[in-house]
């Protein structure tokens, strides 16, 4: 297959986890005899230094004329403190959000067998944790009007849904539970908000649609406990903008690091692919990051275009580099691998070429050296 591919790499550890991710789609490409071309763009802080501007025009163009969009990370830390910026690189991901239609961010969430020393969870708690989190990504209350008084004492953002806004991304949801354990979760706040009540009514009728799934109901706050309580009851969580953007965070830690999470976000046209982590400054260019993220992002890129075995060949070699202690510092602080290592790793798993101890040895020898 050949596929144009954007990738827009972002701030702070972005360049190099996605970095590591091109390179795994290189060697798909060569192991499954594909064509994949690439096309860098810039959003984010990067963006704004080089254009004055979170996302310039010629990314949005290039995106739309893409197959798919790999982005790495946004955020600066000198945009963080200051309420009275102008122009955020925060700005730039909403933006493009909303100009691809982006309506439905998916994120899994797995605990993986060796490492569940590191989750902040009890084994016993996390054991058999597998759900996916559906969160509506372009509308509610980050889109609705904002308001700020002349004399800047009060502000109001308003949250608003239509019909047409929760049913597309419900149906994905609830197509998403058919193929799995068959339960979908619908959190809200039903109890207090008028849109959280649309959101019952409207996914409730859909429900008719899908006999074979079976719905359930949680307000956001117990959502919130029930995630850290007994996270394997759930199978696939079905939920607005901002709930989704709180629990998904919530979620990622029982993996036990934030570096291994991948997304997709998906609408009318090309989709987007990114790990959930932010742009970790503190880190940015030694080469200590966890590109795991980044490289399931991959392979969630290459299942939505219909490569199945590429998607599962990715995931296995990731599997292998954690079942044989191949990781970064995050996931062990005393035996541990640089990024671009790991990725060498993955890569070579993927084409058949394992790299034997000598190799690994040859390699760290002349990483050392380098830096
Ligand atoms: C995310 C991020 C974004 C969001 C920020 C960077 C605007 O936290 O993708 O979850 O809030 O949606
Ligand atoms: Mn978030």
Same mark, same amino acid.
Not at 30 to 48: P, R, S, V
Not at 229 to 234: D, S, W
């Given at each position: 297959?050949?596929?144009?591919?954007?990738v827009?790499?972002?701030?702070g550890?972005?360049?190099?986890?996605?970095?590591?991710?091109?390179?795994?789609?290189?060697?798909?490409?060569?192991?499954?005899?594909?064509e994949?071309?690439?096309?860098?763009?810039?959003?984010?802080?990067?963006?704004?230094?080089?254009?004055?501007h979170?996302?310039?025009?010629?990314?949005?163009?290039?995106?739309?004329?893409?197959?798919?969009?790999?982005?790495?990370?946004?955020?600066?830390? *000198?945009?963080?403190?200051?309420?009275?910026a102008?122009?955020?690189?925060?700005?730039?991901?909403?933006?493009?959000?909303k100009?691809?239609?982006? #309506?439905?961010?998916?994120?899994?969430?797995?605990?993986?067998?060796?490492?569940?020393?590191?989750?902040?969870?009890?084994?016993?708690?996390?054991?058999?944790v597998?759900?996916?989190i559906?969160?509506?990504?372009?509308?509610?209350?980050?889109?609705?009007?904002k308001?700020?008084?002349?004399?800047?004492?009060?502000?109001?953002?308003?949250?608003?849904?239509?019909?047409?806004?929760?049913?597309r991304?419900?149906?994905?949801?609830f197509?998403?539970?058919?193929?799995?354990? *068959?339960?979908?979760?619908?959190?809200?706040?039903?109890?207090?908000?008028?849109?959280?009540?649309?959101?019952?009514?409207?996914?409730?009728?859909?429900?008719?649609?899908?006999?074979?799934?079976?719905?359930?109901?949680?307000?956001?706050?117990?959502?919130?406990?029930?995630?850290?309580?007994n996270?394997?009851? #759930?199978?696939?969580?079905l939920?607005?903008?901002?709930?989704?953007?709180?629990?998904?965070?919530?979620?990622?830690?029982?993996?036990?690091?934030?570096?291994?999470?991948?997304?997709?976000?998906?609408? *009318?046209?090309?989709?987007?692919?990114?790990p959930?982590?932010?742009?970790?400054?503190?880190?940015?260019?030694?080469?200590?990051?966890?590109?795991?993220?980044?490289?399931?992002?991959a392979?969630?890129?290459?299942?939505?275009?219909?490569?199945?075995?590429?998607?599962?060949?990715?995931?296995?070699?990731v599997?292998?580099?954690?079942?044989?202690?191949?990781?970064?510092?995050?996931i062990?602080?005393?035996?541990?691998?640089?990024?671009?290592?790991?990725?060498?790793?993955?890569?070579?798993?993927?084409?058949?070429?394992?790299?034997?101890?000598?190799g690994? *040895?040859?390699?760290?020898?002349r990483?050392?050296?380098?830096?």
């Amino acid at each position: 297959m050949n596929k144009h591919i954007v990738v827009i790499e972002g701030d702070g550890i972005g360049p190099e986890v996605t970095a590591q991710a091109v390179r795994v789609l290189d060697a798909v490409a060569e192991q499954y005899n594909h064509e994949f071309t690439y096309e860098y763009c810039l959003m984010g802080a990067c963006a704004i230094d080089q254009t004055g501007h979170p996302l310039p025009n010629d990314t949005i163009e290039a995106c739309l004329r893409s197959d798919a969009v790999l982005f790495g990370a946004i955020g600066d830390p *000198k945009y963080d403190n200051d309420p009275s910026a102008k122009v955020r690189p925060e700005q730039g991901l909403l933006q493009l959000r909303k100009s691809l239609q982006l #309506f439905a961010n998916i994120r899994p969430v797995s605990a993986y067998d060796a490492l569940h020393h590191l989750s902040p969870l009890k084994t016993e708690r996390i054991k058999g944790v597998d759900f996916i989190i559906y969160r509506e990504l372009t509308g509610g209350i980050y889109f609705g009007e904002k308001t700020l008084s002349e004399d800047g004492n009060s502000a109001s953002d308003n949250c608003v849904y239509s019909r047409e806004e929760i049913e597309r991304v419900a149906h994905l949801a609830f197509r998403h539970a058919q193929q799995r354990r *068959k339960k979908l979760t619908l959190v809200d706040k039903a109890n207090v908000l008028e849109t959280s009540r649309l959101w019952r009514k409207i996914v409730q009728e859909l429900a008719a649609q899908y006999p074979d799934v079976t719905l359930d109901y949680l307000f956001v706050d117990n959502a919130a406990m029930q995630i850290i309580l007994n996270p394997a009851q #759930f199978d696939v969580i079905l939920t607005e903008n901002m709930f989704g953007d709180i629990i998904s965070d919530e979620a990622s830690v029982i993996s036990g690091s934030l570096g291994l999470l991948p997304s997709a976000s998906i609408g *009318k046209g090309a989709a987007l692919f990114e790990p959930i982590h932010g742009s970790y400054p503190q880190a940015k260019g030694l080469d200590i990051a966890n590109p795991i993220g980044a490289i399931l992002s991959a392979a969630m890129l290459l299942d939505h275009l219909d490569m199945h075995t590429e998607a599962q060949a990715v995931r296995d070699a990731v599997q292998w580099t954690m079942t044989n202690g191949k990781v970064t510092k995050d996931i062990n602080a005393t035996n541990h691998y640089p990024t671009s290592v790991v990725g060498d790793i993955i890569c070579r798993h993927i084409t058949r070429k394992p790299i034997d101890k000598d190799g690994l *040895k040859n390699l760290m020898l002349r990483l050392s050296t380098i830096i």
